[in-house]
């Protein structure tokens, strides 16, 4: 870890070659896919790039999007909460006015002021409007627009024809003053690789212990706290966030309410507080859980219990009694897709610690 490192802000400790790689994309006005898991910091690390170029950020989660309804009105929330100077509304009144009043409304004294009115045999049209309107707000603005598309590829999950993720792929190829930024947890190149070449992908993997030990000791140092060098508390914590930087800022913060004789963090305050957060995350993990596919949440399972990276090997199988073949083929990708696992490449490491150890307590 160099100087730099040690002199980033905390939103991007241990990224800043990622952190300058998004910007200086962005600063050349290229598209992004940042792939990583949840907690990972990947909407951190794209909008503090977003503001270090002065870009203007729209933000849509497609997540939430169940149909193409859902996704436009989705848009338009997110170029509401963008559009907040007056040479910004004035942009999108004219739009209005000139190109979609049949579609949209405008209601500037509403949090979410810009309103899809079409008629649900008329949304494919106003999608293709819409989605126009980011180039021409940053036209007119004379300023760059960064569009980013949270957990964008889960959009097929109801787009089965691709009609819907045909025309935005269309569009980013097209914008020239629009950045967009597609998040998910995979980088998938195999399908639509003359559109991939297009995009700079931005891998996001595990810490390493190094670095969350500095920005640890560092984020309790302003509150006069230590880990005590005579006990394993360092290691402890280290093993429990497994270089997770969303776990490990739970954890710590949580540990920055301590009351500790001389400051300092020992054994017993790394295991009450641990225990205390996964109490207070047990009704989250236990849904997470409970939604997963029968043969998910068992694969899921044996690996948090008996971890391997051979899970699809014929030992492995029998001893959890898997299904084989394709369900458990499935059932890893599957796994993957959700952010709960890494790939061979990480041995198929949990990819959320503590959800993970949550599971193991669980069950032992």
């Not at 670095?211 to 560092?218: I, Q, R």
């Not at 939604?291 to 899921?300: E, H, K, M, R, T």
Request: charged share 20%; hydrophobic share 40%; with cysteine.
């Amino acid at each position: 870890m160099d100087i730099a490192e040690l002199a980033a802000p905390l939103e991007t400790f241990g990224r800043q070659g990622q952190f300058q790689q998004i910007t200086q994309a962005l600063a050349r006005d290229r598209d992004l896919l940042i792939a990583g898991v949840p907690g990972s910091g990947r909407r951190t690390l794209v909008r503090r790039a977003a503001t270090e170029v002065g870009a203007k950020i729209i933000e849509v989660d497609c997540i939430r999007a169940t149909d193409g309804q859902r996704l436009t009105q989705l848009l338009c929330e997110g170029i509401s909460q963008a559009v907040k100077s007056p040479i910004a509304i004035e942009c999108l009144q004219q739009w209005i006015s000139k190109e979609a009043a049949e579609f949209f409304a405008w209601q500037g004294n509403m949090p979410k002021s810009l309103r899809l009115i079409a008629k649900p045999e008329e949304v494919w049209q106003a999608y293709q409007l819409l989605i126009h309107f980011p180039q021409q707000l940053a036209e007119f603005v004379e300023r760059q627009v960064v569009l980013i598309l949270q957990g964008f590829p889960h959009i097929r999950s109801w787009d089965r024809p691709g009609d819907w993720e045909k025309l935005l792929r269309q569009e980013i190829q097209q914008q020239n003053s629009v950045s967009y930024v597609l998040i998910a947890t995979l980088a998938e190149t195999s399908n639509q690789e003359e559109f991939h070449k297009n995009l700079d992908i931005v891998q996001l993997t595990p810490l390493s212990n190094d670095v969350v030990a500095a920005w640890a000791h560092g984020v309790l140092h302003r509150e006069n706290l230590t880990f005590d060098p005579r006990s394993q508390a360092l290691q402890y914590f280290l093993e429990a966030v497994q270089g997770h930087i969303g776990d490990a800022s739970a954890l710590v913060r949580r540990l920055c309410k301590v009351k500790t004789i001389n400051g300092l963090i020992g054994d017993r305050e790394i295991e009450a507080t641990l225990q205390e957060l996964l109490a207070d995350f047990s009704t989250v993990f236990e849904s997470l859980l409970v939604l997963l596919p029968s043969s998910q949440a068992q694969l899921l399972e044996s690996l948090a219990l008996d971890p391997t990276d051979k899970p699809q090997s014929r030992e492995y199988i029998t001893k959890h009694h898997l299904s084989r073949g394709g369900s458990l083929q499935g059932a890893i990708i599957g796994l993957q897709h959700k952010g709960l696992i890494y790939g061979s490449e990480l041995g198929y490491k949990l990819a959320l610690p503590l959800f993970g150890l949550w599971i193991k307590q669980r069950l032992s």
